[in-house]
């Protein structure tokens, strides 16, 4: 009889601190079952008037693509560690990783919605800033 071991759900969470082949690997892999998710910080645009609020949102990721270093770094010249990149008016979602290159997130889940693509997503955060912790 083979052993089989049970996947802990935390072993199915993707860290931005790693190389974004292994979490491109990763959503491959826990494709179907258990998934793979994200943690994202969603923080309200600081427009002055009130302090800038922040929530944790949890997202299953559910496809996902590998941006390489040399093509993130032309796509994302200007932004923060972390910062999560909408391009094309929402169409594409790129969270960059710690060695450079990029996630770029096909489709996803958020709590207590169906799966989506990144506009849909994009849409629904109304104007708020999406970050990852590397």
Do not use: Y
């Amino acid at each position: 009889m083979f052993g089989f071991s049970q996947i802990a759900k935390e072993e199915s969470r993707l860290d931005f601190s790693q190389p974004a082949a292994v979490l491109h690997n990763q959503v491959r892999a826990f494709a179907g079952w258990p998934g793979t998710f994200a943690t994202f910080q969603v923080s309200s645009s600081a427009d002055g008037t009130l302090p800038p609020q922040q929530q944790e949102m949890q997202v299953k990721v559910l496809e996902a693509r590998l941006v390489r270093q040399e093509q993130a770094s032309s796509l994302l010249p200007q932004a923060l560690p972390g910062q999560v990149v909408f391009l094309e008016q929402g169409k594409r979602m790129l969270v960059p990783c710690a060695d450079g290159a990029a996630l770029e997130v096909l489709q996803l889940q958020p709590p207590t919605k169906k799966a989506m693509q990144p506009k849909a997503f994009f849409n629904g955060l109304g104007g708020k800033l999406l970050s990852v912790q590397c």
